[in-house]
């Protein structure tokens, strides 16, 4: 065991350590010029005060949440909890700060050097920060749990031998519920990070198109628009910070299911009707943590063998790509070998308990890249201008706004249905190999070289913020050219990621609701057994008040970043009205004014989506009872992962359909055109359903299954219908 | 029991004699000026052609699927399939034929008398003829179906006695299997009748307020807008054919899903662990044939309560009103003293079945009529600009069409979360009740008096169509004003008719559904232990994959009338261009290839979205067998009634808040400012979802349960999943 633990304190801390040697690599590089410098410096200052305001209001809610978790749960699980806010936020925010730094140094790389290698090797260095410090911290946090928890008060040892950890309420507070409470800390942060972060993005961004582009046809970036500093800040607290704390917590959500699952097989030895052995069971619990080490390892050479060539080629595509298919690849050779080296050892009772034996978690793992892999390839499908749907949709905006719209929301319903068949297939395909311990492998398969993942996206966000100081610094067109092309690679990588994001979102969801369920089901119970029965009327009605959770949260999003667009329109509005010279470029707008609307908009819109998500299955479990809230789940994660696949397809394709009309592709209706305009309506209906509903869909689902896991053991014995019903009997 | 086979036909032949009267009561009006008498012709002949050419393309499909199910499933089956496809089509092709009749008569009754009360009564009695024709063609069959098969074949007997009725493949052939294909007769028609004529409408409307209203500025239904006479009669094949033979379908549905439940309970005798008599099971299998055979006497009166009076007042909702509630009122009432006479006869039995005895069958239904009205008030809440969501939007478009749309967006998801806690509650309460027949009850109560209601919502579209009218024979201001006084109100009982239609679908496809699930388990297992396990994986990746499905049937519907749609307008734009003198009112319009376009659109994009429906789940079930059917069906429910009321609201709230904008009520943004054309788009987005894609959605989760439960017994036995595995082990 201790050689295991050991694995994953050396991977955490080689990520961290290179995160920070790539982080002062970055920063020791010159900024530029004056005006660049100021610039950058806004956008560092808005950021800051941003997610420094946010980390306040979510620290008071974290308070409060692990006072109650250590007063109805155990202190153990209230330390876990905060361990696991503390890890997700500091991801997030050094994420956030090298995004800040690098921004400027990669606008003044292409400046200086002139070259796309050496600009692209700056953005991708600043991205690996953030990639590193993901699933450095996500392991940093579950190695002191396990070390902590696990072994130092040894409640994996009660685990082993069947001891029952018990509250001073009575209720079971065993291993399992401290890991929860650590995943739901990850979850805690990264809901507010992305709900807020994710307003706030949005917010500025619409503000600045609906009057900087439809009103003044300014360009996208003009210094003279208001609410450009605003748009990047939005970018380095949305794209960066946000997505960083999202997939730290599917990462984070994927390891503990499965650790979580074993832990309820423990006491139940039973997998899809498969009795197991006691230590073999031990060896369920270690997978999963000791695979994360491993891919993390793998992920650190991944990205160390494109930073560390002298020279970068000019395609960054092709250097991107040997950087995720080297962590990849090591990640499948060093799985197998675990898989080996942990079940191999004994082959009978692997075969009794999987398919194909000792290799079969190493499939269902491989199984999930797979499915993550080619639900990127369809979205990318969906929404590349390179594709039939985009170029049908681009012409579609010849016909008006309306047909935009139209024809837009007919693609992204449209594009439902392939990634969800290939969900479907993963589903049973992983089980039909490991049971549900099989589910739970494939999200860990698709999470597993998450730290590439993630330092592959965030490039994108910082290249795009490296174009806007370029625009706004008044450099030659040769810099922005640069910036563009990096960024635009970053928009495939980001459809591509996006696709990964909801698939193991839904997997790690699934995971957790077979813990859920497993949880509140007497022990004595067979798995198979177990029964979610549609014909309970609890259940069915459960499914369908979930089913319309994830529309309700979409709503109140959408609402709250059209809300703040439209203070942010009124003040652009203003300041192009009254500050004289402004339009003319002889007069400096007021920033500072927009990047505090987009603050307060989205500090205060953020609270109620996410508290909703948090006490929603709460409350619903404490009024009607367990089998009610497994109904919620369901409904919720079934409805959830359609909104999000058909907001991000949608918003995806509006917003390259707006690129290919401005490539000039089709005839006569060019940038400038009304066909241009009706594109740029469907991209600013596209933005908030793309980049604040769907990426806030992946966590609230995920949310709702970590805290329904951590509150079912009080709600299944205490709730207002069993009460109501034991009157009556 | 032959009392009450003599009750369903004095009912339905009480129902028909009073449509017919009524429908040559209306024919033998005047109607009126030769402009007048010629546009009516013109839209009678679109109409009529284009329902002929759809028979003709349903009727060979429907050879085709009756074919397969004399081979399939039983010559019994067969033939109660043709009988429900004919009754379905007749009631279809009735109500249209009057509605092309009543029209001109409302408009020129309005005209010649210029009294409001006198044009409502003419508009009431052409409806009335839709809604008698729907619920007595419906019991006609029903009648049909239970007297030639259910006693004078003896299947009724077959079940009661415990005789398994084999067809000549060695599957069961049961009384229930005979229901279930005079249901899936109903849906075919229904299906095709909702998406092509869906698809003709909103092509036609599409088209016309795309290039009239937005680029040249013409007024709804201007005489030299080429596509308003295809508008028009898309009226009638779409609002009026397509409603009345979905609603058809879900009272067929729902009556026929309670007896179907009755007939699986007789081979289990168990409800919710209840223990029943087998001649308590009898009263089971007729109590809803009984119960909508009051009903629709109920409807007879309550309508002939408002068309028997000498003089009605000048307020047109009171006027309905007093018919629906004298309806429901009577329905209640009859609908009591049923439930005593069939239950109260053996009280101990009742009081062992039901929660609260003999009455409580009447109690569930009783609450499903209660959530039918709540689900429809919550509808007007949020679509009707009385109240503040809609007139939040209406503000919205001032700041241009991308914040309209994107409210409209937000309004519409939010509002799936009220109607959806009243209809969880409702379930659960009905199933409290009285078990999974209870939940059937509850269905079956908000659908039994139908016929009041088609009259109600088929109301709407004769006025509609009578001032399209007024305005293309150029009468004065005086008569539009009457026919648009009927319309508005038209839009209420239409917005409430709405959420009865969709509340009534998840009724009646739970009760489907849960028939199913008895369907392919033993006889021997208790209906609590049936298991439908999320654990399960074929249920859960079933429930994924059918989750997916509404939203790639809305994709196709949505691409098909955009596509019509765009055809549409460069045919317009073209007669705009080259027919001269046009637009300055000189030249007339060539109207009949705007109609030819809608026709052709429609019957070539209706097959693919149409026969998906009906293919998926029966290809699905002999890959992967009944349980991954079973997970689709649960999945494709859930998300069909989200996307049904996200849909219908959101469509709801553009159109009125267009309206809003058009009162005046927003100073300084008017008819004609940039805020009204930004409200044009929101509603010209929100036509195909509202009146294309909501209304088809709620039959492709009944067509799919129908279908699934007539297929079931072949694919649970050969399906290749089964072979494989077999091939395995």
Request: hydrophobic share 50%; charged share 15%.
């Amino acid at each position: 065991m201790s050689i295991f633990l050991g694995l994953v304190i050396l991977a955490s801390l080689l990520a961290i350590c290179y995160a920070a040697i790539n982080f002062y690599s970055v920063k020791k590089l010159e900024e530029g010029t004056d005006r660049m410098v100021e610039i950058a410096k806004e956008i560092r200052l808005g950021a800051n005060t941003f997610i420094n305001y946010e980390y306040k209001v979510v620290a008071i809610i974290g308070a409060i949440i692990a006072v109650v978790l250590g007063i109805v749960i155990s202190w153990q699980g209230a330390c876990a909890f905060i361990i696991g806010a503390c890890m997700s936020a500091a991801a997030g925010y050094i994420g956030m700060k090298i995004a800040t730094y690098s921004n400027v140094r990669v606008t003044n790389t292409a400046r200086t050097t002139k070259k796309l290698s050496d600009t692209l090797k700056v953005a991708y260095k600043g991205g690996s920060v953030m990639g590193l410090c993901v699933a450095g911290f996500a392991l940093l946090g579950i190695f002191l749990v396990y070390l902590i928890f696990g072994y130092g008060l040894g409640q994996i040892n009660d685990v082993k031998n069947g001891v029952e950890a018990i509250n001073f309420l009575g209720l079971e507070a065993p291993f399992s519920m401290t890991i929860s409470c650590y995943s739901l800390g990850c979850s805690v942060i990264a809901m507010f990070n992305r709900v807020g972060g994710g307003i706030y993005t949005k917010a500025a961004d619409m503000g600045a198109d609906l009057v900087g582009k439809t009103e003044a046809h300014l360009a996208e970036d003009d210094p003279r628009n208001p609410a450009t500093i605003a748009d990047n800040v939005g970018d380095n607290v949305g794209d960066v910070a946000g997505l960083g704390a999202d997939l730290l917590e599917s990462y984070v959500g994927a390891i503990m299911s499965a650790a979580i699952l074993a832990c309820e097989l423990f006491s139940r030895k039973v997998n899809g009707g498969i009795v197991f052995e006691s230590a073999f069971l031990e060896k369920l619990l270690i997978f999963p943590v000791a695979f994360a080490a491993l891919g993390l390892i793998a992920c650190v050479i991944g990205i160390a063998s494109t930073l560390l060539k002298k020279k970068l080629s000019d395609n960054p595509h092709m250097e991107l790509n040997i950087s995720t298919w080297v962590s990849a690849g090591l990640t499948a050779i060093f799985g197998l070998a675990l898989s080996y080296y942990i079940f191999g050892s004994n082959a009978k009772d692997a075969y009794a308990a999987f398919k194909f034996g000792w290799v079969s978690p190493w499939i269902a793992a491989v199984l999930g890249v797979a499915a993550g892999i080619i639900i990127g390839a369809i979205a990318e499908y969906y929404t590349s201008y390179d594709f039939k749907p985009t170029k049908i949709l681009a012409k579609a905006s010849i016909d008006g706004p309306a047909l935009t719209v139209t024809q837009g929301l007919a693609l992204g319903m449209k594009s439902c249905m392939a990634p969800v068949l290939v969900l479907g297939a993963a589903i049973f395909g992983s089980y039909l190999i490991g049971g549900i311990y099989g589910i739970s492998c494939a999200a860990l398969g698709m999470l597993s070289f998450v730290a590439t993942t993630v330092s592959v996206d965030t490039y994108g966000p910082i290249s795009d913020n490296a174009g806007g100081i370029a625009e706004m610094s008044y450099l030659d067109e040769g810099v922005r050219k640069i910036t563009d092309t990096l960024d635009s690679v970053g928009n495939t990588t980001a459809a591509i990621g996006k696709g990964f994001a909801i698939g193991s979102a839904a997997f790690a969801t699934l995971s957790m609701m077979n813990s859920y369920l497993y949880s509140y089901t007497a022990p004595e119970i067979d798995a198979t057994a177990i029964n979610l029965n549609v014909l309970n009327p609890l259940i069915l009605a459960g499914a369908i008040v979930g089913a319309a959770l994830p529309f309700f949260f979409s709503g109140m999003l959408i609402e709250a970043v059209a809300k703040a667009a439209e203070q942010m329109v009124e003040e652009v509005r203003r300041q192009f009205k009254e500050i004289k010279g402004l339009l003319e470029g002889k007069a400096m707008p007021d920033t500072k004014s927009c990047i505090s609307i987009s603050s307060q908009g989205a500090l205060k819109e953020m609270r109620v989506p996410a508290l909703t998500a948090l006490i929603f299955p709460v409350i619903s479990g404490f009024i009607f009872g367990a089998e009610f809230v497994g109904g919620i789940l369901l409904g919720a994660t079934i409805s959830a992962i359609m909104l999000a696949i058909f907001t991000g397809n949608a918003g995806g394709a509006w917003d390259n359909g707006k690129k290919y009309i401005e490539t000039g592709a089709i005839k006569g209706h060019g940038k400038g055109s009304p066909a241009h305009d009706a594109a740029v309506v469907g991209d600013t209906v596209g933005d908030p359903l793309k980049d604040t509903v769907g990426p806030s869909l992946d966590i609230l689902i995920k949310i709702m299954s970590t805290i329904s896991l951590v509150a079912v053991a009080v709600f299944s014995k205490y709730n207002l219908l069993d009460w109501i019903t034991g009157l009556f009997n």
